[in-house]
């Protein structure tokens, strides 16, 4: 009996060089394309520009929800930002609970506590003591909430 007759005319190495060199092409490629998609994508915005982009987004909730949902939108966006651009826990405290411990804490500027005192005092009135809350009042809210994410000053009504 003849043992079995190799008939392939191409050697088995050279169909195991052109598997692997496939593979690595394949490879290259996708790592090429994952690369061209990550380089294109922008970045992640920051905590400040999230925040203003959905406070000018409910700016036009003002003349369709009550103040006291308008009060928790703004709110809300707010605290959400403190806690991402700051790192501080003011989304799981009470408003006294925070304004307590930001006294001892120097991250913001005595006109920066006042703005934020003053927000936090008036959604607190609209959402807890059921305060009737107008539109100007809520416009005051989204304007204050802007103010204190731009880093703004305070500007005092003259008598």
């Known amino acids: 009996i003849v043992p079995p ?20 092409l394949l490879g290259l490629i ?24 959905e ?14 949902q308008f009060s928790i939108r703004v709110s809300d966006i707010l605290r959400r930002y403190v806690s991402e651009q700051f790192g501080l826990p003011l989304t799981r405290q009470t408003s006294f609970e925070f304004l307590e411990r930001l006294k001892h804490a120097s991250q913001f500027s005595g006109e920066e506590t006042q703005l934020l ?27 204050e909430a802007i103010l204190f994410v731009e880093g703004g000053q305070l500007v005092h009504a003259s008598v």
């Open 117 to 143: 005192q003053d927000f936090l005092s008036t959604c607190d009135l609209i959402k807890f003591a059921q305060y009737e809350a107008n539109r100007d009042e809520g416009e005051r809210l989204l304007n």
């Open 30 to 53: 996708g790592w090429w394309i994952a690369r061209r998609l990550r380089r294109g994508a922008p970045p992640p915005p920051l905590p400040r520009e999230r925040a203003l982009a």
């Open 55 to 68: 406070l000018e987004r409910a700016r036009p909730e003002l003349n369709l929800v009550t103040p006291y």
């Open 5 to 24: 007759f190799d008939y392939s005319l191409i050697p088995p190495w050279v169909i195991g060089m052109a598997a692997f060199l496939g593979l690595c």
